[in-house]
């Protein structure tokens, strides 16, 4: 027979796990939540760039605003960046958990999951991390794909001497946003992951 005291804590524990389950989904949905507008305002700037200059402009932009666009979105408590297994510029060069997470998307897209959509969150030290990918597109191709005319080539040369962000097709993985969040105060233990 199960005493009173017993009773209590299985349902305290029982409430703490299903309230930390529940604050899990909370901030994935919110760190989900966050990335179409950052996403939206980097596809913006590039396709004005795109149409003010050409690729040449684009390029440009994404190296002059793109950090500044990321500054916008990584507002207290969130952090907002974007980050790839090939990266153009070496800032945006992933971490060992950021590593992990792309190469089990390209896993997960070998196996047939569609890149679009696809995310993974999980608490990582204390913090809250997200990822969701971000697909090769038809746009991305002209500064990111196999055929890349030589004059721009040679400014992206120029631009990012470490550049390893070529040679991509359509719906390759390009990349992924990355997001982290510290959280404010933590009761118990976390779910350590969902796909």
Known sequence: MKSPLNLVALGFLTFAAGTHAASFEALRAEAAALVPPFQQQLMQTVKQALEDGGPARAVESCQLLAPQITAEHSRAPWRVGRTALRVRNPDNAADAWERNVLEEFVLRAKAGEPLQGMHKAQWVDGEFRYMQAIPTGEPCLACHGTEIKPELASLI??????????????????GAFSLRRLPATRTAPQPSAEP
């Open 157 to 174: 040369e120029q631009r990012y001497p470490a550049d390893q962000a070529r040679g991509f097709q359509p719906g390759d993985l390009r």
